[in-house]
């Protein structure tokens, strides 16, 4: 089974996302099986109208553009099944490019040429890039996604409606087409424009005053299980902008003791981790299910094979039955040969939760491999595990000899072939 680690929410334009996966794992729900519902085709409006729409957007993003300097505040609010969620982004733009853009969990500065992009949740390290041609270039290049850089990122930078829309509809409606526009006559006397869209997986709005967006809203309906009724899924924005002449102060990065890097894997712990053959193997101290405790230092000059597993994934059951099999044929621990399993990723905290709950499962699949259990998320992160099973084979020198991940048929037989490779080069049984 295959671990993706949820990205960090570095702006609102990832929100829908975030909050909706958010929402759905609250029920106990499989993130993986939520799906828009298409919704029916909406017709296009009048083309005066649809101009005249877009002619008010474009005028939106020069203004946003033409200023001087711009403070904005994006709150960003979403609802589904009885969960509420919200975000605020704040940020600064300057002249020149630079920028700041803050939310709860993050900051991106653009400053002296730079893009800089920091995740709290990262204690020792940052992306940092060249600015190059914009921030929303520069964090596209580094995450793959344009919708990483927000709609106010997008606006400052001259980019069409066409590019931003579907930003400020938090990507709930898909494609968003203007299908309408109103005009409404508030009582402190301004007109209030309201250009509708539609798109094949919901319907939004977004409100105008004076050249500024002041809020939008977007509603879509998802499919949360196979069957089950559609889980309506709303979002209401608000956004305070103002247009000032000068910055309120210097645009300044510091990130204190971190360490720059220029790809986002090299952010993540596990990713940053990932083992390869060859390299020395990370340290491995942990009980098995008697308590007594193995270190992998003190295993130097045999060949070790770790199988890391969960009770969770049906994958590993049937991998741990082959593994079962290598450990008896190698001499069930007595020779050269140490065979473990290395219980990892489980849904319970703490070491005597994870001992009984592994227990259990040892018990039920009469399995006679020992097993080391982690008590928590700092073996897979040190070992770079993101797919369950993984086999990892230690040659005696205490290098990465092979690398296996997932279920394979006769993998029991592929594993002895490179144990019995790996003990023909040992000194420990050359003639």
């Not at 829908?16 to 296009?44: G, R, T």
């Not at 409606?173 to 109103?182: K, N």
């Not at 594993?415 to 003990?423: A, F, G, H, N, Y």
Request: charged letters at 20%; one cysteine or more.
């Amino acid at each position: 089974m295959k671990i993706t680690p949820h990205p960090s929410v570095f702006v609102a334009a990832l929100l829908a996302a975030a909050a909706l996966s958010s929402s759905i794992c609250a029920q106990s729900v499989d993130p993986s099986q939520i799906q828009p519902i298409p919704q029916p085709s909406v017709e296009p409006a009048d083309q005066a109208i649809v101009d005249e729409a877009r002619g008010m957007l474009v005028q939106v993003a020069q203004a946003f553009h033409d200023a001087p300097v711009v403070i904005c505040s994006t709150t960003v609010k979403t609802e589904s099944l009885g969960s509420t969620n919200e975000l605020t982004v704040e940020s600064v733009f300057g002249p020149d490019g630079e920028a700041v853009i803050k939310s709860l969990g993050s900051i991106i500065v653009a400053t002296d040429g730079w893009l800089n992009v920091l995740d709290h949740a990262i204690y020792d390290r940052y992306i940092r890039v060249p600015l190059g041609q914009g921030i929303s270039t520069g964090l596209e290049g580094v995450y793959g996604n344009p919708f990483v850089a927000g709609f106010e990122v997008m606006m400052r930078e001259a980019a069409p409606p066409e590019l931003w829309l579907d930003m400020v509809m938090m990507r709930a409606i898909g494609e968003p087409t203007i299908t309408g526009l109103e005009v409404i006559d508030s009582e402190d006397g301004r007109s209030h424009h309201r250009v509708l869209l539609g798109g094949p997986m919901g319907q939004g709005s977004i409100h105008i005053v004076e050249n500024k967006i002041v809020s939008a809203e977007a509603t879509m309906k998802v499919q949360v299980e196979h069957g089950a009724p559609p889980v309506v899924w709303t979002m209401k924005l608000e956004t305070d902008t103002q247009f000032v002449d000068v910055l309120p102060e210097p645009i300044t990065f510091d990130p204190g003791e971190r360490l720059p890097v220029t790809e986002r894997w090299q952010l993540d712990p596990i990713d940053r981790n990932r083992i390869f053959a060859g390299q020395v193997a990370p340290p491995l101290r942990l009980s098995d299910l008697q308590g007594d405790v193995v270190d992998l230092a003190e295993l130097k000059g045999d060949v070790v094979l770790l199988c890391f597993w969960t009770t969770w994934a049906k994958a590993c059951q049937r991998s741990l039955v082959q593994m079962d099999k290598v450990f008896q044929a190698t001499g069930a621990g007595e020779g050269q040969v140490k065979v473990y399993g290395v219980n990892v990723m489980e849904r319970v905290e703490g070491l005597e939760q994870r001992t009984e709950l592994a227990s259990r499962y040892w018990a039920a699949g009469r399995l006679s491999i020992p097993t080391l259990v982690s008590p928590a998320a700092a073996v897979q992160t040190a070992w770079g595990i993101t797919t369950l099973p993984t086999q990892v084979l230690i040659s005696p020198d205490g290098t990465v000899a092979e690398k296996w991940t997932g279920f394979l048929p006769e993998m029991d037989k592929k594993v002895r072939t490179k144990i019995e490779s790996l003990l023909q080069k040992s000194p420990a049984t050359s003639p």
